[in-house]
Protein backbone atom coordinates (compact mmCIF):
# COMPACT_ATOMS: atom_id res chain seq x y z
CA UNK A 1 0.00 0.00 0.00
CA UNK A 2 1.38 3.31 -0.77
CA UNK A 3 1.29 6.33 1.97
CA UNK A 4 -1.22 8.63 0.04
CA UNK A 5 -4.57 7.69 0.65
CA UNK A 6 -7.31 7.21 -1.76
CA UNK A 7 -10.38 9.66 -1.43
CA UNK A 8 -13.35 8.53 1.13
CA UNK A 9 -15.96 8.25 -1.74
CA UNK A 10 -17.62 4.48 -2.12
CA UNK A 11 -18.60 3.45 -5.80
CA UNK A 12 -21.44 1.55 -3.72
CA UNK A 13 -24.19 3.54 -1.94
CA UNK A 14 -22.75 4.62 1.67
CA UNK A 15 -19.35 6.36 1.51
CA UNK A 16 -16.73 4.85 2.68
CA UNK A 17 -15.33 5.59 6.40
CA UNK A 18 -12.36 7.49 6.61
CA UNK A 19 -9.69 5.78 9.03
CA UNK A 20 -9.52 8.89 11.45
CA UNK A 21 -12.76 8.01 12.45
CA UNK A 22 -12.21 4.63 13.68
CA UNK A 23 -8.94 5.33 15.53
CA UNK A 24 -10.85 8.56 17.55
CA UNK A 25 -14.07 5.99 18.25
CA UNK A 26 -11.45 3.32 19.31
CA UNK A 27 -9.54 5.84 21.88
CA UNK A 28 -12.61 7.43 22.90
CA UNK A 29 -14.71 4.50 23.80
CA UNK A 30 -11.44 2.39 24.92
CA UNK A 31 -11.13 -0.42 22.09
CA UNK A 32 -7.42 0.30 21.02
CA UNK A 33 -4.66 2.48 22.65
CA UNK A 34 -1.48 3.70 21.34
CA UNK A 35 1.42 1.69 22.51
CA UNK A 36 3.57 3.22 25.23
CA UNK A 37 1.47 6.39 24.47
CA UNK A 38 3.04 8.13 27.24
CA UNK A 39 6.63 7.69 26.04
CA UNK A 40 5.73 9.18 22.60
CA UNK A 41 4.20 5.63 21.19
CA UNK A 42 5.94 2.91 19.25
CA UNK A 43 4.98 3.11 15.18
CA UNK A 44 2.84 0.00 14.71
CA UNK A 45 2.36 -1.47 17.52
CA UNK A 46 -1.00 -0.90 19.63
CA UNK A 47 -2.72 -2.31 22.62
CA UNK A 48 -6.20 -3.08 23.28
CA UNK A 49 -8.67 -1.58 26.18
CA UNK A 50 -11.56 -3.26 27.32
CA UNK A 51 -13.94 -2.80 24.63
CA UNK A 52 -11.06 -4.11 22.55
CA UNK A 53 -10.51 -7.08 24.04
CA UNK A 54 -14.13 -8.49 24.59
CA UNK A 55 -14.87 -7.75 20.38
CA UNK A 56 -10.74 -9.80 19.78
CA UNK A 57 -12.07 -12.46 21.77
CA UNK A 58 -15.37 -12.46 20.29
CA UNK A 59 -13.84 -12.57 16.90
CA UNK A 60 -11.00 -15.26 18.00
CA UNK A 61 -13.75 -17.28 19.83
CA UNK A 62 -16.16 -17.60 16.40
CA UNK A 63 -13.23 -18.27 14.33
CA UNK A 64 -11.81 -21.37 16.46
CA UNK A 65 -15.68 -22.84 16.90
CA UNK A 66 -16.34 -22.60 12.80
CA UNK A 67 -13.30 -23.73 11.92
CA UNK A 68 -11.98 -26.23 15.16
CA UNK A 69 -14.92 -27.13 17.07
CA UNK A 70 -17.82 -27.54 14.41
CA UNK A 71 -14.98 -29.55 12.08
CA UNK A 72 -14.15 -33.12 12.90
CA UNK A 73 -11.28 -33.47 10.90
CA UNK A 74 -9.65 -30.20 12.16
CA UNK A 75 -7.94 -29.77 15.94
CA UNK A 76 -6.36 -27.42 17.46
CA UNK A 77 -2.65 -26.41 19.04
CA UNK A 78 -1.01 -23.37 20.51
CA UNK A 79 2.30 -22.83 19.58
CA UNK A 80 5.28 -20.79 21.49
CA UNK A 81 6.49 -17.35 19.89
CA UNK A 82 10.23 -18.48 20.18
CA UNK A 83 11.50 -21.79 18.05
CA UNK A 84 15.17 -22.84 17.32
CA UNK A 85 16.38 -20.85 14.82
CA UNK A 86 17.05 -23.25 12.38
CA UNK A 87 13.30 -23.05 11.40
CA UNK A 88 13.25 -19.91 10.01
CA UNK A 89 16.37 -21.00 7.66
CA UNK A 90 14.47 -24.04 6.58
CA UNK A 91 11.36 -22.01 6.13
CA UNK A 92 13.17 -19.75 3.91
CA UNK A 93 12.24 -16.70 5.73
CA UNK A 94 16.13 -15.80 6.48
CA UNK A 95 17.16 -15.61 3.11
CA UNK A 96 13.44 -15.01 1.67
CA UNK A 97 11.65 -12.57 3.93
CA UNK A 98 12.75 -8.95 2.50
CA UNK A 99 11.33 -6.04 1.23
CA UNK A 100 13.01 -3.54 -0.87
CA UNK A 101 13.02 -0.14 0.82
CA UNK A 102 13.74 3.76 -1.45
CA UNK A 103 14.52 6.87 0.21
CA UNK A 104 13.71 9.77 -1.54
CA UNK A 105 17.17 11.66 -1.39
CA UNK A 106 15.22 15.47 -0.58
CA UNK A 107 12.42 14.82 1.65
CA UNK A 108 13.87 11.39 3.28
CA UNK A 109 10.45 9.63 3.27
CA UNK A 110 11.13 6.01 3.00
CA UNK A 111 8.88 3.51 0.46
CA UNK A 112 8.27 -0.09 -0.23
CA UNK A 113 9.52 -0.23 -3.95
CA UNK A 114 6.71 -2.52 -4.97
CA UNK A 115 4.15 -0.51 -3.25
CA UNK A 116 5.44 2.61 -5.45
CA UNK A 117 3.06 3.65 -8.65
CA UNK A 118 4.62 2.18 -11.86
CA UNK A 119 5.63 5.39 -13.23
CA UNK A 120 7.25 6.60 -10.02
CA UNK A 121 9.32 3.58 -10.43
CA UNK A 122 9.81 4.12 -14.33
CA UNK A 123 11.08 8.07 -13.90
CA UNK A 124 12.44 6.88 -10.42
CA UNK A 125 10.55 9.92 -8.72
CA UNK A 126 9.57 9.83 -4.86
CA UNK A 127 5.39 10.15 -5.21
CA UNK A 128 5.01 12.75 -2.49
CA UNK A 129 7.87 15.37 -3.76
CA UNK A 130 8.90 14.45 -6.68
CA UNK A 131 12.40 13.63 -5.26
CA UNK A 132 15.25 11.40 -6.49
CA UNK A 133 14.97 8.12 -5.14
CA UNK A 134 17.55 5.88 -3.99
CA UNK A 135 18.82 2.83 -5.54
CA UNK A 136 16.51 -0.42 -3.78
CA UNK A 137 17.94 -2.13 -0.69
CA UNK A 138 17.13 -5.26 0.97
CA UNK A 139 15.81 -5.53 4.56
CA UNK A 140 14.90 -8.41 6.37
CA UNK A 141 11.98 -8.45 8.00
CA UNK A 142 12.61 -11.06 10.85
CA UNK A 143 12.62 -9.27 14.22
CA UNK A 144 15.47 -10.27 16.00
CA UNK A 145 15.98 -11.95 19.72
CA UNK A 146 18.71 -14.07 21.89
CA UNK A 147 18.51 -16.80 24.27
CA UNK A 148 20.40 -17.08 26.75
CA UNK A 149 22.08 -15.86 29.47
CA UNK A 150 25.72 -15.28 29.11
CA UNK A 151 27.69 -12.97 26.39
CA UNK A 152 29.57 -15.01 23.63
CA UNK A 153 26.70 -17.76 24.69
CA UNK A 154 23.94 -16.53 23.94
CA UNK A 155 21.58 -17.67 20.73
CA UNK A 156 20.01 -15.80 18.07
CA UNK A 157 16.74 -16.47 17.40
CA UNK A 158 13.55 -14.47 15.54
CA UNK A 159 9.77 -13.97 16.75
CA UNK A 160 7.95 -15.94 14.49
CA UNK A 161 7.56 -13.96 11.00
CA UNK A 162 4.77 -16.11 10.76
CA UNK A 163 2.52 -18.14 12.97
CA UNK A 164 2.20 -21.12 10.95
CA UNK A 165 5.53 -22.56 11.25
CA UNK A 166 4.66 -24.32 14.71
CA UNK A 167 1.72 -25.95 13.02
CA UNK A 168 4.48 -27.81 10.92
CA UNK A 169 6.87 -28.03 13.62
CA UNK A 170 3.87 -30.07 15.50
CA UNK A 171 2.63 -31.81 12.62
CA UNK A 172 4.05 -34.93 13.41
CA UNK A 173 2.90 -34.91 17.27
CA UNK A 174 -0.58 -34.23 16.34
CA UNK A 175 -0.61 -37.15 14.07
CA UNK A 176 0.47 -39.47 16.70
CA UNK A 177 -1.02 -37.98 19.76
CA UNK A 178 -4.51 -37.50 18.10
CA UNK A 179 -5.44 -40.33 15.61
CA UNK A 180 -5.92 -37.80 12.64
CA UNK A 181 -5.41 -39.29 9.16
CA UNK A 182 -5.12 -37.46 6.43
CA UNK A 183 -6.99 -35.47 5.38
CA UNK A 184 -6.77 -33.55 8.45
CA UNK A 185 -6.14 -30.06 9.12
CA UNK A 186 -4.45 -28.27 12.57
CA UNK A 187 -5.72 -24.95 13.18
CA UNK A 188 -3.81 -21.35 15.31
CA UNK A 189 -4.22 -18.49 16.35
CA UNK A 190 -1.02 -16.27 17.43
CA UNK A 191 0.66 -13.58 17.56
CA UNK A 192 3.37 -12.97 14.30
CA UNK A 193 6.15 -9.70 14.48
CA UNK A 194 7.63 -8.09 11.29
CA UNK A 195 9.74 -5.28 11.32
CA UNK A 196 7.39 -3.83 8.74
CA UNK A 197 9.20 -0.99 6.48
CA UNK A 198 6.01 0.69 5.94
CA UNK A 199 3.75 -0.10 9.12
CA UNK A 200 0.49 2.56 8.99
CA UNK A 201 -2.66 2.79 8.73
CA UNK A 202 -3.28 2.02 11.89
CA UNK A 203 -4.39 -1.64 12.62
CA UNK A 204 -4.09 -2.66 9.01
CA UNK A 205 -0.38 -2.95 9.01
CA UNK A 206 1.70 -3.58 12.19
CA UNK A 207 5.31 -4.68 13.37
CA UNK A 208 3.18 -7.05 16.59
CA UNK A 209 0.00 -8.66 15.34
CA UNK A 210 -1.94 -11.99 15.47
CA UNK A 211 -2.99 -14.18 12.36
CA UNK A 212 -5.21 -17.37 12.62
CA UNK A 213 -3.90 -20.14 10.33
CA UNK A 214 -5.53 -23.45 9.09
CA UNK A 215 -2.47 -26.17 7.22
CA UNK A 216 -4.53 -28.55 5.66
CA UNK A 217 -2.81 -32.07 4.81
CA UNK A 218 -3.86 -33.68 1.91
CA UNK A 219 -2.44 -36.92 -0.33
CA UNK A 220 -1.25 -34.34 -3.54
CA UNK A 221 -3.60 -35.84 -6.25
CA UNK A 222 -6.46 -34.28 -3.94
CA UNK A 223 -4.82 -30.87 -3.48
CA UNK A 224 -6.76 -28.91 -6.16
CA UNK A 225 -10.46 -30.23 -4.36
CA UNK A 226 -9.01 -28.82 -0.90
CA UNK A 227 -7.94 -25.87 -1.93
CA UNK A 228 -11.05 -25.40 -3.96
CA UNK A 229 -13.60 -26.39 -0.74
CA UNK A 230 -11.05 -23.88 1.50
CA UNK A 231 -11.20 -21.21 -0.41
CA UNK A 232 -14.83 -21.08 -0.59
CA UNK A 233 -15.55 -21.92 2.91
CA UNK A 234 -13.25 -18.91 3.98
CA UNK A 235 -14.79 -16.28 1.14
CA UNK A 236 -18.48 -17.91 3.37
CA UNK A 237 -16.83 -17.17 6.19
CA UNK A 238 -16.23 -13.36 5.95
CA UNK A 239 -19.60 -13.18 3.83
CA UNK A 240 -21.03 -14.41 6.97
CA UNK A 241 -19.85 -11.75 9.14
CA UNK A 242 -19.97 -8.21 7.36
CA UNK A 243 -22.66 -5.96 6.30
CA UNK A 244 -21.19 -4.75 2.83
CA UNK A 245 -21.43 -8.20 0.85
CA UNK A 246 -20.40 -6.41 -2.33
CA UNK A 247 -16.83 -5.56 -0.63
CA UNK A 248 -15.42 -8.30 -0.55
CA UNK A 249 -13.84 -10.00 -3.45
CA UNK A 250 -11.03 -12.69 -4.77
CA UNK A 251 -7.88 -11.73 -6.44
CA UNK A 252 -5.44 -14.39 -7.71
CA UNK A 253 -2.07 -13.40 -6.92
CA UNK A 254 0.57 -12.86 -9.63
CA UNK A 255 3.27 -14.99 -10.79
CA UNK A 256 5.83 -12.28 -9.17
CA UNK A 257 3.74 -11.94 -6.23
CA UNK A 258 3.90 -15.00 -4.74
CA UNK A 259 5.67 -15.70 -1.69
CA UNK A 260 8.85 -17.30 -1.64
CA UNK A 261 6.53 -20.53 -0.70
CA UNK A 262 3.36 -20.59 -2.80
CA UNK A 263 3.06 -22.45 -6.18
CA UNK A 264 -0.62 -19.99 -6.19
CA UNK A 265 -2.22 -17.75 -4.08
CA UNK A 266 -5.63 -16.43 -3.80
CA UNK A 267 -6.52 -13.12 -1.53
CA UNK A 268 -9.64 -12.50 0.06
CA UNK A 269 -9.71 -8.31 -0.48
CA UNK A 270 -12.17 -6.18 1.86
CA UNK A 271 -12.48 -2.58 -0.20
CA UNK A 272 -12.22 0.15 2.51
CA UNK A 273 -11.00 4.03 1.71
CA UNK A 274 -7.66 2.63 1.50
CA UNK A 275 -9.05 0.16 -1.57
CA UNK A 276 -9.25 -2.84 -1.87
CA UNK A 277 -6.76 -4.87 0.11
CA UNK A 278 -6.26 -8.25 1.65
CA UNK A 279 -7.45 -9.39 4.48
CA UNK A 280 -6.84 -13.68 4.29
CA UNK A 281 -4.67 -15.25 1.83
CA UNK A 282 -5.39 -18.79 0.91
CA UNK A 283 -1.89 -20.59 -0.33
CA UNK A 284 -1.10 -23.52 -2.35
CA UNK A 285 2.51 -24.56 -0.05
CA UNK A 286 2.09 -28.28 -1.88
CA UNK A 287 5.13 -29.40 0.00
CA UNK A 288 7.43 -26.99 0.18
CA UNK A 289 7.35 -26.75 4.31
CA UNK A 290 7.33 -30.52 4.92
CA UNK A 291 10.16 -31.20 2.92
CA UNK A 292 12.40 -28.31 4.02
CA UNK A 293 11.91 -28.90 7.42
CA UNK A 294 12.54 -32.95 6.85
CA UNK A 295 15.84 -31.83 4.83
CA UNK A 296 16.67 -29.23 8.20
CA UNK A 297 15.79 -31.25 10.68
CA UNK A 298 17.13 -34.48 9.43
CA UNK A 299 13.79 -35.97 10.64
CA UNK A 300 11.39 -38.15 8.02
CA UNK A 301 8.13 -35.89 7.73
CA UNK A 302 6.42 -38.46 5.25
CA UNK A 303 2.74 -40.21 6.07
CA UNK A 304 2.12 -43.73 5.49
CA UNK A 305 -1.56 -44.07 4.70
CA UNK A 306 -2.84 -46.75 6.98
CA UNK A 307 -4.62 -48.54 4.44
CA UNK A 308 -3.23 -48.26 1.05
CA UNK A 309 0.37 -48.00 2.73
CA UNK A 310 1.36 -45.43 0.57
CA UNK A 311 4.56 -43.48 1.71
CA UNK A 312 4.26 -39.53 0.57
CA UNK A 313 4.63 -36.11 1.34
CA UNK A 314 1.46 -34.49 2.31
CA UNK A 315 1.26 -31.02 0.42
CA UNK A 316 -0.92 -28.33 2.17
CA UNK A 317 -3.45 -25.99 1.93
CA UNK A 318 -3.29 -22.60 3.72
CA UNK A 319 -5.72 -20.41 5.11
CA UNK A 320 -3.84 -16.87 7.04
CA UNK A 321 -5.96 -14.18 8.19
CA UNK A 322 -5.28 -11.76 10.74
CA UNK A 323 -7.23 -10.98 13.83
CA UNK A 324 -6.24 -7.55 14.04
CA UNK A 325 -7.38 -6.77 9.96
CA UNK A 326 -10.73 -8.89 11.06
CA UNK A 327 -11.19 -6.29 14.16
CA UNK A 328 -10.41 -3.27 11.65
CA UNK A 329 -12.60 -4.13 8.97
CA UNK A 330 -15.64 -5.19 10.73
CA UNK A 331 -15.54 -1.57 13.03
CA UNK A 332 -15.16 -0.20 9.30
CA UNK A 333 -17.83 -2.33 8.08
CA UNK A 334 -20.09 -1.46 10.83
CA UNK A 335 -19.59 2.02 11.10
CA UNK A 336 -22.30 4.70 10.32
CA UNK A 337 -23.40 8.44 11.28
CA UNK A 338 -27.33 8.62 11.06
CA UNK A 339 -28.48 11.60 10.18
CA UNK A 340 -31.90 12.87 12.85
CA UNK A 341 -34.88 11.55 11.76
CA UNK A 342 -38.24 10.68 13.03
CA UNK A 343 -36.91 7.97 15.27
CA UNK A 344 -34.10 9.47 16.77
CA UNK A 345 -34.07 13.88 16.71
CA UNK A 346 -30.38 14.27 17.17
CA UNK A 347 -28.60 11.48 14.87
CA UNK A 348 -26.34 9.18 15.72
CA UNK A 349 -23.42 6.79 15.56
CA UNK A 350 -23.57 3.06 15.26
CA UNK A 351 -21.94 0.22 15.10
CA UNK A 352 -23.94 -2.24 13.38
CA UNK A 353 -21.64 -5.07 14.37
CA UNK A 354 -22.96 -8.79 14.24
CA UNK A 355 -24.53 -9.49 17.60
CA UNK A 356 -22.43 -12.51 18.26
CA UNK A 357 -19.09 -10.34 18.15
CA UNK A 358 -20.48 -7.45 19.70
CA UNK A 359 -18.38 -6.32 22.79
CA UNK A 360 -21.13 -5.77 25.10
CA UNK A 361 -24.64 -8.05 24.29
CA UNK A 362 -26.56 -5.87 26.56
CA UNK A 363 -26.98 -2.67 28.49
CA UNK A 364 -29.87 -2.77 31.40
CA UNK A 365 -30.84 1.13 31.93
CA UNK A 366 -33.29 2.03 34.56
CA UNK A 367 -35.41 4.78 33.94
CA UNK A 368 -34.18 6.94 36.61
CA UNK A 369 -31.48 7.34 38.65
CA UNK A 370 -32.78 8.66 41.27
CA UNK A 371 -35.84 5.99 42.14
CA UNK A 372 -34.08 3.64 44.30
CA UNK A 373 -36.76 0.36 43.13
CA UNK A 374 -35.76 1.44 39.59
CA UNK A 375 -32.22 0.99 40.37
CA UNK A 376 -32.31 -2.18 42.68
CA UNK A 377 -34.60 -3.97 39.84
CA UNK A 378 -32.10 -3.34 36.81
CA UNK A 379 -28.81 -3.86 39.54
CA UNK A 380 -30.92 -7.19 39.48
CA UNK A 381 -31.50 -7.96 36.25
CA UNK A 382 -27.73 -6.86 35.33
CA UNK A 383 -25.96 -9.51 38.05
CA UNK A 384 -28.75 -11.86 36.53
CA UNK A 385 -27.46 -11.32 32.94
CA UNK A 386 -23.39 -10.71 33.15
CA UNK A 387 -23.17 -14.23 34.33
CA UNK A 388 -24.51 -15.30 30.59
CA UNK A 389 -23.21 -12.81 28.31
CA UNK A 390 -21.11 -9.04 28.75
CA UNK A 391 -23.72 -6.61 30.07
CA UNK A 392 -23.52 -3.29 31.41
CA UNK A 393 -25.88 -1.65 33.63
CA UNK A 394 -25.75 2.32 32.80
CA UNK A 395 -27.74 5.11 35.24
CA UNK A 396 -25.92 8.29 33.91
CA UNK A 397 -27.25 10.95 31.80
CA UNK A 398 -30.68 10.71 30.11
CA UNK A 399 -32.56 7.68 28.47
CA UNK A 400 -31.82 9.14 25.10
CA UNK A 401 -28.14 9.67 25.86
CA UNK A 402 -27.74 5.82 26.80
CA UNK A 403 -29.28 4.44 24.20
CA UNK A 404 -26.40 6.56 22.21
CA UNK A 405 -23.74 5.75 24.04
CA UNK A 406 -24.51 2.13 23.68
CA UNK A 407 -24.97 2.25 19.57
CA UNK A 408 -21.94 3.77 19.26
CA UNK A 409 -20.01 0.43 20.33
CA UNK A 410 -22.46 -1.60 18.88
CA UNK A 411 -24.46 -2.54 21.72
CA UNK A 412 -27.17 -5.10 20.25
CA UNK A 413 -29.92 -4.82 22.88
CA UNK A 414 -30.85 -2.51 25.75
CA UNK A 415 -33.27 -3.32 28.73
CA UNK A 416 -35.14 -0.64 30.13
CA UNK A 417 -36.97 -0.72 33.62
CA UNK A 418 -39.29 1.82 33.96
CA UNK A 419 -42.76 2.35 36.23
CA UNK A 420 -44.61 -0.10 34.63
CA UNK A 421 -41.96 -2.84 35.19
CA UNK A 422 -42.83 -2.24 39.19
CA UNK A 423 -45.92 -2.62 38.35
CA UNK A 424 -46.03 -6.02 36.11
CA UNK A 425 -42.70 -6.55 35.92
CA UNK A 426 -42.46 -6.27 32.04
CA UNK A 427 -39.35 -4.11 30.59
CA UNK A 428 -38.60 -2.65 27.33
CA UNK A 429 -36.01 -3.98 25.17
CA UNK A 430 -34.79 -1.49 22.48
CA UNK A 431 -32.94 -3.38 19.56
CA UNK A 432 -30.11 -1.82 17.83
CA UNK A 433 -30.00 -1.26 14.40
CA UNK A 434 -34.05 -0.75 13.99
CA UNK A 435 -34.21 1.31 17.10
CA UNK A 436 -37.50 -0.58 17.52
CA UNK A 437 -39.04 -1.80 20.98
CA UNK A 438 -41.23 -4.50 22.81
CA UNK A 439 -42.26 -5.90 26.34
CA UNK A 440 -41.28 -9.17 27.79
CA UNK A 441 -41.69 -9.73 31.26
CA UNK A 442 -38.55 -9.59 33.01
CA UNK A 443 -37.80 -13.49 33.57
CA UNK A 444 -38.30 -14.13 29.62
CA UNK A 445 -35.71 -11.74 28.69
CA UNK A 446 -32.16 -13.80 29.46
CA UNK A 447 -33.75 -16.60 27.32
CA UNK A 448 -35.24 -13.87 24.82
CA UNK A 449 -31.29 -12.39 24.32
CA UNK A 450 -29.34 -15.21 24.45
CA UNK A 451 -31.33 -16.35 21.09
CA UNK A 452 -30.34 -13.79 19.35
CA UNK A 453 -26.60 -13.19 20.35
CA UNK A 454 -25.46 -16.83 20.17
CA UNK A 455 -23.33 -18.70 17.02
CA UNK A 456 -25.80 -19.72 14.60
CA UNK A 457 -23.37 -19.97 11.14
CA UNK A 458 -23.51 -23.52 9.86
CA UNK A 459 -19.84 -24.27 7.96
N1 LIG B 1 1.50 -17.94 6.83
C1 LIG B 1 1.15 -17.13 5.71
C2 LIG B 1 1.23 -15.70 5.96
O1 LIG B 1 1.76 -15.25 6.97
P1 LIG B 1 0.57 -13.38 4.98
O2 LIG B 1 -0.27 -13.05 3.77
O3 LIG B 1 1.92 -12.76 5.07
O4 LIG B 1 0.65 -14.96 5.00
C3 LIG B 1 -1.53 -13.57 6.53
O5 LIG B 1 -0.26 -13.02 6.29
C4 LIG B 1 -2.47 -12.52 7.10
O6 LIG B 1 -1.88 -11.89 8.24
C5 LIG B 1 -2.78 -11.36 6.13
O7 LIG B 1 -3.82 -11.72 5.24
C6 LIG B 1 -3.21 -10.26 7.08
O8 LIG B 1 -4.57 -10.42 7.47
C7 LIG B 1 -2.33 -10.54 8.31
N2 LIG B 1 -1.14 -9.65 8.29
C8 LIG B 1 0.00 -9.83 7.59
N3 LIG B 1 0.87 -8.84 7.85
C9 LIG B 1 0.27 -8.02 8.74
C10 LIG B 1 0.66 -6.82 9.42
N4 LIG B 1 1.86 -6.29 9.25
N5 LIG B 1 -0.22 -6.23 10.27
C11 LIG B 1 -1.46 -6.77 10.47
N6 LIG B 1 -1.87 -7.91 9.88
C12 LIG B 1 -1.03 -8.53 9.02
Known sequence: ??????????????????????????????????????YGGVSGIYDFGPLGVELRNNIRRFWWWSMVQTNDTVVGIEGAIITHPRVWEASGHVENFVDRLVDCKNCKRRFRSDHLPEENVRLNKCPVCGGELTEPRKFNLMMETYIGVLEGERMKTYLRGE??????????????????????????IGKAFRNEVTPGNFLFRQREFEQWDLQFFVHPSEMQQWFDYWKERRFEWYQSIINHKDRLRFRPHGADELAHYAKQAFD????????????EGIHWRQDWDLSRHSEYSGQDLSYTDPETKERYLPWIVETSGGVDRTFLNLLIDAYEEEPPSGKDKEGRTVLHLNPLLAPVKVAVLPLQKNKEELVTTARELHAKLRRLMVSQYDDVANIGRRYRRQDEIGTPFCVTIDFTTLEDQTVTIRERDSMSQIRRHMNEVPAYLLERVRWDYSV
Open 1 to 38: MTQTQEPSVSTGDTPFVPIEKIVSLCKRRGFVYPNSEI
Open 163 to 188: ASQNIYLDYDNVLKSSRMAIPFGICQ
Open 268 to 279: IEYQTVLGWQEW
